[in-house]
C-alpha cells in the first residue's frame, strides 16, 4: 500500500525555516530566514490538504498551481515541482521571498482557516528555485525560432523582465532599456538585502542576458535617448518604469529630511560596494542618529529596519492609523519590533524643528467612521500635540507616477487622473499605436507579483500584436 504523501496538517506543526535571532541579524544585511533542508521541505510540503478548490491559487495574482507543486515537492519530485513553478510565475524564487504571502496565497489557505496553520507556500517556493539554481536546473532561454521582430522594454523592473522573459521564449528579439546602472529596478535598489540578497536578483539578470536580452543600462529615456527613437527601432514598445516619485508632505523641507527612495537606494548601493558620496557624508546614512519614519507600508517597514542595522541610535515609525489598519505586512512589523523598532501608532506629522532638522511636530490622532475605502479615519485629538527629536527624517508614504509625456517629450500618450499610463485592462494597450503598459506605471504603486502578472499578459498581447502585424505585412 502507497504511504500517503499528502494531508499531514494534523500531525504535523506549521515551521517556517529558522529565523536568525535579532541580535544577530540587525549586525548585517543577510536574509533573516534559513533554507529549509530537503527533508524539511518535504514535510511542510506534505500539510497541504489538496483541497477542490484551492483558495492558495484563486487569491495568487499569477495563480500560481501550488498544490501540484507541494504535492511534488513532497514527494522529492523537485525539478518537476520547480518546471510547475516557474510555468506561471517568471520569477518564484524572488515571489518566495517578498511577497505578502500572509495577504495572498497563505492567508486564504483553507487548513489557516481551520485553526491548523497554513501551510508555509512561500517558504516552499523560495526553496525550490534556490535548489532549481545550484542544480543548474535553470537554464538560458533557447527559443525554438528565432524571429524578425524586435520589442523595446522601458524599465528593467518585475514587469519589464517578466514580459522580456515571455517574449525572448517566442524568439522575439528584445531590447530593455533602464535609467539605473544595474537591471532589477526596486528589486534591486529598493529592497533591501535582508529581504532579497542581491545575488539572487544578479543571478536572474545574468540568465535572461545569457538568454539574449539586450540591456541598455544608464540610459534615461527623455535625455539619452529619446522616445521616439525607441520607438522607431522596435515593432513594439512596453512601458514598465513602475512609479518613482515620492508622495510628498506639504512645507516639509530641511536638511536631514529625505526620501525614502533616496535611502533605500544608498543602502542598496554602498551593499554592492558601490562609491555613495551621500552615505559617506552622513546625508543618507543611519548611523547614531535618532530616526523618524513616517508612513505605515512596505517601504516604510524597509526604512526602519535599515535604519537598525546602520547603527541607528533610535528609530521609530510613526503612522496615523492603529496596527490593524496598517497596510504593511504584519510580519514585517514583527521582525521590526523584535529587531528595536518602536511604533508611535496614531501619530501623523504636523510640520518639523530646525533646520537640520531636530525634530517632528507629531499630532495624535484617533479613528473615527471608515472612509471610502473601509478603514476608520484617522480623526486629530486636539491639544495632544508634542514634538518628537529626531536626527534624519524619513518619508516613506508611497510612490507616484512620473509625468512621462512631459518627461520623454511625447504627444498624443493618455494618462489618468492619477498620473499612470491609460491602458487597456487586459492586453496593457495605450493610446499609441505598438505602445503597450504594465506594471505600477498603469497600476500604481503596488506588490512586486502583480508587476510579474501585469509584464506577462503585456507580453502575451504584444505576441498576438505582432502576429497580427506580419500577417497585415504577407498580405
Same mark, same amino acid.
Given at each position: ?60 495574482? &499569477? ?65 525550490? @528555485? ?56 526596486? &528589486? @534591486? ?23 539574449? #536580452? ?34 510628498? &508632505? ?27 558620496? =551621500? ?19 512596505? @517601504? ?36 521590526? =519590533?523584535?529587531?528595536? #523598532? ?20 507629531v499630532q495624535k490622532m484617533r479613528l473615527g467612521a471608515p472612509d471610502a475605502t473601509g478603514r476608520q479615519a ?14 534624519? #527624517? ?25 498620473? @499612470? ?10 493610446? &499609441? =499605436? ?42
Amino acid at each position: 500500500m502507497a504511504v500517503q504523501k499528502m494531508l499531514k496538517f494534523t500531525a504535523v506543526n506549521r515551521e517556517m525555516p529558522e529565523k536568525r535571532p535579532p541580535n544577530l541579524r540587525k549586525e548585517d544585511f543577510g536574509e533573516i530566514y534559513a533554507e529549509y533542508a530537503r527533508e524539511k521541505a518535504a514535510e511542510q510540503a506534505s500539510r497541504c490538504s489538496q483541497c477542490g478548490v484551492p483558495y492558495c491559487q484563486t487569491h495568487c495574482p &499569477l495563480h500560481n498551481n501550488i498544490p501540484d507543486w507541494l504535492r511534488l515537492t513532497a514527494e522529492g519530485r523537485l525539478q518537476e515541482a520547480y518546471e510547475i513553478s516557474q510555468a506561471t510565475n517568471t520569477f518564484p524564487e524572488i515571489c518566495g521571498r517578498i511577497c505578502p504571502q500572509d495577504r495572498l496565497c497563505e492567508g486564504n489557505c483553507v487548513i489557516e482557516q481551520s485553526g491548523h496553520g497554513t501551510v508555509t507556500i512561500g517558504s516552499v517556493e523560495k526553496y525550490i @528555485t534556490d535548489t532549481a539554481f545550484e542544480e543548474g536546473w535553470v537554464k538560458p532561454i533557447r527559443p525554438n525560432a528565432e524571429r524578425a521582430e524586435s520589442v523595446g522594454i522601458i524599465g528593467a523592473g518585475p514587469g519589464g523582465l517578466a514580459a522580456a522573459d515571455m517574449l525572448r521564449r517566442q524568439g522575439v528579439q528584445v531590447t530593455v532599456y533602464d535609467r539605473y546602472d544595474r537591471g532589477g529596478g526596486l &528589486l @534591486t535598489y529598493g529592497i533591501p538585502g535582508f529581504k532579497l540578497e542581491k545575488d539572487i536578483v544578479m543571478q536572474r539578470m545574468a540568465q535572461l542576458e545569457a538568454g539574449g #536580452v539586450e540591456f541598455v543600462l544608464n540610459c534615461n529615456v527623455g535625455e539619452d535617448l529619446s522616445f521616439d527613437a525607441i520607438r522607431g527601432k522596435h515593432d513594439a514598445v512596453m512601458i514598465a518604469t513602475g512609479v518613482y516619485k515620492t508622495r510628498d &508632505l506639504p512645507n516639509f523641507s530641511a536638511d536631514g529630511i529625505v526620501d525614502a527612495i533616496d535611502y533605500l537606494t544608498a543602502s542598496n548601493r554602498k551593499s554592492f560596494g558601490d562609491d555613495v558620496p =551621500e552615505f559617506d557624508s552622513g546625508e543618507l546614512n543611519a548611523t547614531g542618529k535618532r530616526i523618524v519614519v513616517i508612513g505605515g507600508g512596505d @517601504t516604510a517597514m524597509d526604512c526602519v529596519r535599515t535604519a537598525i542595522r546602520q547603527g541607528a541610535e533610535s528609530v521609530k515609525c510613526l503612522y496615523r492609523r492603529d496596527r490593524a489598519n496598517m497596510p504593511g505586512s504584519q510580519r514585517e512589523v514583527q521582525n521590526a =519590533e523584535e529587531e528595536g #523598532v518602536e511604533f508611535v501608532w496614531l501619530a501623523a506629522p504636523d510640520g518639523f524643528e530646525g533646520d537640520p532638522v531636530s525634530g517632528v511636530k507629531v499630532q495624535k490622532m484617533r479613528l473615527g467612521a471608515p472612509d471610502a475605502t473601509g478603514r476608520q479615519a484617522p480623526e486629530l485629538i486636539e491639544g495632544a500635540d508634542y514634538v518628537e527629536g529626531a536626527d534624519l #527624517v524619513i518619508k516613506a508614504l508611497g510612490f507616484e507616477p512620473e509625468d512621462l509625456p512631459a518627461l520623454w517629450g511625447v504627444e498624443g500618450l493618455e494618462v489618468t487622473r492619477w498620473g @499612470t499610463v491609460k491602458a487597456d485592462f487586459n492586453t496593457g494597450a495605450t493610446s &499609441l =499605436e505598438g505602445v503597450f503598459a504594465a506594471g505600477d506605471i498603469v497600476r500604481g504603486a503596488s506588490l512586486v507579483v502583480w508587476a510579474i502578472r501585469d509584464g506577462r499578459d503585456a507580453a502575451t498581447a504584444i505576441l498576438e500584436y505582432l502576429g497580427q502585424a506580419a500577417t497585415v505585412a504577407a498580405e
